[in-house]
T-cell receptor, first 112, second 115 residues
Framework: AQTVTQSQPEMSVQEAETVTLSCTYD???????LFWYKQPPSRQMILVIRQEAYKQQNATENRFSVNFQKAAKSFSLKISDSQLGDAAMYFC?????????FGAGTRLTVKP | DTGVSQNPRHKITKRGQNVTFRCDPI?????LYWYRQTLGQGPEFLTY????????KSRLLSDRFSAERPKGSFSTLEIQRTEQGDSAMYLCASSRTGGAKNIQYFGAGTRLSVL
């Protein structure tokens, strides 16, 4: 079975600094998608960024970028110039044609 | 607002009662997913529909759980004879095939508390 592992239950970053959240996954599939979702307290989950496994170029969305290492099955999220509104639970997710799995999440705290 | 809508937002019930949740997906989305999320964990996949067809069911979905999407639009998730272990947030998400497929948009969830 595919698994998604987020090894950092909690992370903290100073406002305006950069933080990297880790994610590794296990799969035997060659075609899949990877996602980072953000879930603010008591609010709905929203998509931050996604990566297609067949693309070598790392995805970027404004202050959010990923480091996708397919051979290592690693998919980390970098948040640059952290803002107070970035504080949330961040979930790494994997989707293939027949499976969708989420990691346990990383709680990010942003210190002013 | 054209996002994914879930009702009710909160449900408190006594053990043994039946509960039903509703999800209204984004209107042009043909896929609809149900997840369960317990405190401190990521969402766990329960089931998914493409149009009105239920294509996948997780082993987590016991016989007490049933989901329907009768006209390929809204969906309902029913839990019969609720147990305390059913207490969780139930999330619905929708997506569409083609274009930016595989991006799921989530609702705010229904939080179930079984006393």
């Amino acid at each position: 079975a595919q698994t998604v592992t987020q090894s950092q239950p909690e992370m903290s970053v100073q406002e305006a600094e950069t933080v990297t959240l880790s994610c590794t996954y296990d799969t035997s599939e060659s075609d899949y998608y990877l996602f980072w979702y953000k879930q603010p307290p008591s609010r709905q989950m929203i998509l931050v960024i996604r990566q297609e496994a067949y693309k070598q170029q790392n995805a970027t969305e404004n202050r959010f970028s990923v480091n996708f290492q397919k051979a290592a099955k690693s998919f980390s999220l970098k948040i640059s110039d952290s803002q107070l509104g970035d504080a949330a639970m961040y979930f790494c997710a994997y989707r293939s044609s027949n499976d969708m799995r989420f990691g346990a999440g990383t709680r990010l705290t942003v210190k002013p | 607002d054209t996002g994914v809508s879930q009702n009710p937002r909160h449900k408190i019930t006594k053990r043994g009662q039946n509960v039903t949740f509703r999800c209204d997906p984004i209107s042009e989305h043909n896929r609809l997913y149900w997840y369960r999320q317990t405190l401190g964990q990521g969402p766990e996949f329960l089931t998914y529909f493409q149009n009105e067809a239920q294509l996948e069911k997780s082993r987590l979905l016991s016989d007490r759980f049933s989901a329907e999407r009768p006209k390929g639009s809204f969906s309902t998730l029913e839990i019969q004879r609720t147990e305390q272990g059913d207490s969780a947030m139930y999330l619905c998400a929708s997506s569409r095939t083609g274009g930016a497929k595989n991006i799921q948009y989530f609702g705010a969830g229904t939080r179930l508390s079984v006393l």
